[in-house]
């Protein structure tokens, strides 16, 4: 690779459809609901029988809107639905209605970082319009059959289309994941891969380094995760310079990737958009949207991602970039951690807890933090325990442990458990002296001088007493035992 890094130049544009989180299909009422039987949610608009007439869903435009203002674009205040014509068996018009000269909304941007120059990696969003999905081909369902589930015919999506500003498959995955965060965070869609929310297709050329004409391009399709897309990328591409190499010509056709065989194959010419033979829609009026529209759901913008690092960062000076990129992965996350740091008074000690137990507690029980066991203001109440002295930091994590299974409140289970920190004289000599005897040869060692056994001996207390005894006091206590 390192030789065609030398000559040729990965030139991508990325073709994004998102799903809009909407209860009912674009133009009809069916239902959107993903995982029901085949051919369940359809209708007479949907399935394209004679005399159907399309109803546009404002929901859909109100989500489209917010998507569109929050990368940056420009809404359009009159756009118009286009029918785009081309025959596959799960599209039953024979035509799927888009948007083409006139889409919602254009001229966006996404910056995604910094390159090894120095410059800023600034992605620009051509153009965000809406259209319906297409049903679903099923290949595998029935040997030798094609069968067709028409429940996402209708489905509302947008397309994001990107400038071909992208020049490696690692900026691929960065604006896919920048663009994945954004949407999430303005609450438009789920989007999840697994769920076909959101599917990429990516437009790739090669050229030599140093030129600027593009180069014959070739569509890339059936990516179903950000890692199939960067591993698509990369061999098309090599595929490209290869083919430039032996002084022959790309040719402009539609590609599939085969995560299976790991390999990029030829699907079929690719299409123009002469080909799709695009035309107003005669039975969808111009979508008309007033700027007082556009005005208000401005105004309802939640904050995005790249305002919330930085506001962490003046707002919480002890935070570590890492920290605060973890903690704005999903405006989840960053809600829960901000209740958590309100309620202890402690940003940092609140940070090290969401990156360190709460992070492994939602992985082992797949739960999302959303939906997670754990309440804020109880962790942030657990911080304030710990804070306070009343349980030590090992009881902590044990009463945090029993909190993620039972809900209940930390001063609750820590009562219920003995967990409270115990730091009276005689109790803690007990377990001292109960050490000191079941591990004697440790402890004459220590008793004689060896002070590094100390730290073992406060850990050997610490367990007997289930992470309630005091550590300070228990090194103090043991100190004396050795005259210093």
């Avoid at 608009?45 to 203002?69: K, S, Y």
């Avoid at 600034?122 to 067709?148: C, N, Q, W, Y």
């Avoid at 430039?244 to 790309?250: I, M």
């Avoid at 657990?382 to 930390?410: N, T, W």
Wanted: proline content about 6%.
């Amino acid at each position: 690779m390192s030789s065609v890094a030398d000559k040729y130049e990965m030139v991508v544009g990325l073709e994004v459809h998102v799903q809009l989180s909407t209860r009912t299909k674009i133009f009809c009422r069916c239902s959107t609901n993903f995982g029901d039987p085949p051919n369940a949610n359809t209708c007479p608009v949907c399935l394209a029988l004679p005399g159907a007439l399309p109803v546009l869903n404002d929901q859909a435009v109100e989500l489209a809107i917010r998507a569109a203002l929050a990368l940056g674009c420009t809404v359009q205040t009159t756009s118009i639905f286009a029918r785009k014509n081309y025959f596959y068996p799960d599209l039953p018009k024979g035509y799927q209605i888009s948007q083409f000269d006139q889409p919602l909304a254009k001229d966006g941007c996404l910056e995604i970082g910094v390159r090894t120059d120095g410059s800023a990696i600034s992605i620009g969003i051509t153009r965000v319009h809406m259209e319906e999905d297409a049903g679903k081909s099923l290949h595998d369902r029935f040997p030798g059959v094609t069968a067709v589930d028409l429940n996402r015919a209708g489905v509302p999506l947008i397309e994001i289309v990107s400038e071909p500003d992208i020049r490696s498959a690692e900026e691929a995955d960065g604006y896919l994941r920048a663009l994945k965060q954004i949407l999430e965070y303005v609450g438009v869609s789920e989007v999840n891969m697994e769920k076909g929310s959101l599917r990429v297709d990516a437009n790739v050329s090669a050229r030599r380094i140093g030129e600027t004409k593009l180069g014959t391009k070739t569509e890339v399709k059936n990516m179903n995760s950000f890692s199939g897309v960067v591993r698509a990328l990369e061999l098309e591409f090599t595929r490209q310079c290869a083919v430039l190499d032996a002084s022959e010509k790309v040719e402009q056709q539609t590609m599939l990737w085969d995560a299976h065989a790991d390999e990029v194959r030829p699907a079929r010419s690719k299409e123009g958009s002469h080909d799709y033979r695009y035309f107003p829609d005669p039975d969808l009026p111009p979508l008309i949207i007033p700027l007082s529209r556009i005005d208000r759901i401005k105004s309802t913008m939640p904050e995005l991602p790249r305002a919330r690092r930085e506001r962490y960062a003046r707002e919480y000076p002890d935070l570590t970039p890492y920290d605060i990129s973890v903690l704005t992965a999903d405006p989840a996350m960053g809600r829960f951690f901000e209740a958590v740091a309100r309620r202890s008074g402690d940003p940092k000690t609140a940070a090290n807890w969401m990156l360190g137990e709460v992070l492994a507690a939602l992985k082992s029980t797949g739960q999302s933090i959303g939906h997670f066991a754990v309440r804020p203001a109880d962790l942030g109440d657990l911080l304030l325990l710990v804070r306070d002295g009343v349980v030590s930091h090992s009881a902590a994590k044990q009463v945090f442990g029993e909190m993620v299974k039972s809900g209940d409140p930390p001063r609750h289970i820590a009562e219920r458990n003995a967990l409270l920190k115990v730091s009276d004289d005689r109790a803690l000599a007990s377990w001292i002296d109960e050490v000191l005897a079941e591990h004697p040869d440790e402890a004459q060692r220590f008793l004689a001088g060896e002070k590094r056994l100390q730290g073992v001996l406060v850990g050997h207390v610490m367990k007997k007493s289930k992470g309630s005894a005091d550590p300070k006091r228990v090194n103090q206590l043991l100190a004396m035992r050795t005259g210093a």
